[in-house]
């Protein structure tokens, strides 16, 4: 490839994005502002750019590798948004302090993008469109349960075969303690742990000192399913204390979806613990028919508002737009049926009179476009070929009407 085609092409991980597709995502964002809005959320917008210090805050969240970085003319470090969850927490923190302030929960959502720096070429998009939810203030099961129901709506509003799994990742932690392990092993279980990658854990667990801590590791994968995941998990956290808390937490909050008859939507995943790390409670992922990966994740954090200045709790979940449009694609519902009712031909000194006449039909409510062409025989080809019902010319101050 030439340096001069280079310099023309899309950066790694992001595309180009068009007709159809583009108003696949636009459908998208609305239909999940209107279940947002519904649930009693307003919506934010926050810079693309960010001060550095902002997501290093919060920890070990986001490695800085994976962060798109760069710097202001003052040297000041600076980064594409790397998700939208430490923004809200910002903002939560400094722009809505004095409402918290008075115990009202700030129920945000957004819709825009994240940037991630992905490794190479390894067909990962590193511009992903998120919308999502943060509700800050929101404590306690009742909390929980107002977010939970948040996702399942917006679960819903993308198709009729969805699922939430939840788990907490009080379980995994209060696990991995019983290791003995560095921080940074931790970091590597945990993510063995959420891509359930049970080769790498079972070498771990025969290499490990503590085998029967690593063994319990290794097993958490295995508790996906329904409520019989209580019993085994029961039994795995035996005199565990924050395990068993952790457990009896998700099956309140299992107990309560189903008696309100989210039974066919809800399952238990206790081996979930999600990379990003400044989750405190419960944790939970949505997927919806067709798609090869999660489009929802989310969880509680009530540590991170208090990077910036403020403890409060807080719990939210961001859609995966991205994921979801490409799943609807391959389903074909992406496809541009768009069609003009008319187009508009018009000879020269016709223009006013074919002016007066596009606003009509757009008062009526109808999709009408102008011909760029000089003649009405190519005026009249691209008519048939965009699919317009009619071609309409205006000649001598007179409109014909052809229909197609």
Known sequence: ??????????????RDILFGEAELYDRLGRTLSSVFERAGCRRIMTPAIEFYDVFDSSGDSIPQESMFTLTDRSGRLLVL????????????ATRLRSALDGDS?????????????????????SELFQSGVEMIGAGGVRGDLCCLTAALDALAALGPDFKLEIGHVGFFNSLASELGASPEDVRRIREYVDSKNAVSLRLLSSEAKSRLAYDKIRRLPLLYGGCEVFDEAAELAGGNKGACEALSYVRRLYDELVAAGWQDQILVDLGMVHKIDYY???????????AGEAVLRGGRYDNLVANFGMDVPAI??????????????????DEDERHPDCVIHYDDGGFAEAEKLRRQYIAEGKACEYSCFDNAAAACEYARSAGAGELIIIKNGRAEVTEL
């Open 1 to 14: 490839m030439t340096e001069e085609r280079r310099n023309i092409s899309v950066p790694n991980g992001t």
């Open 81 to 92: 948004r790397a998700d939208n969850t430490t923004p809200a927490a910002r903002v939560a």
């Open 105 to 125: 929960p700030q129920k945000l959502y957004y819709c825009q993008s994240v940037y991630r720096a992905g490794s190479g070429y390894t067909g990962r998009r």
């Open 280 to 290: 405190t409670g419960v944790l939970f992922t949505g997927y919806i028919d067709g």
């Open 316 to 333: 939210g979940f961001a859609v995966n737009l991205s994921a979801v449009a490409d799943t609807l694609s391959r389903s074909g519902e």
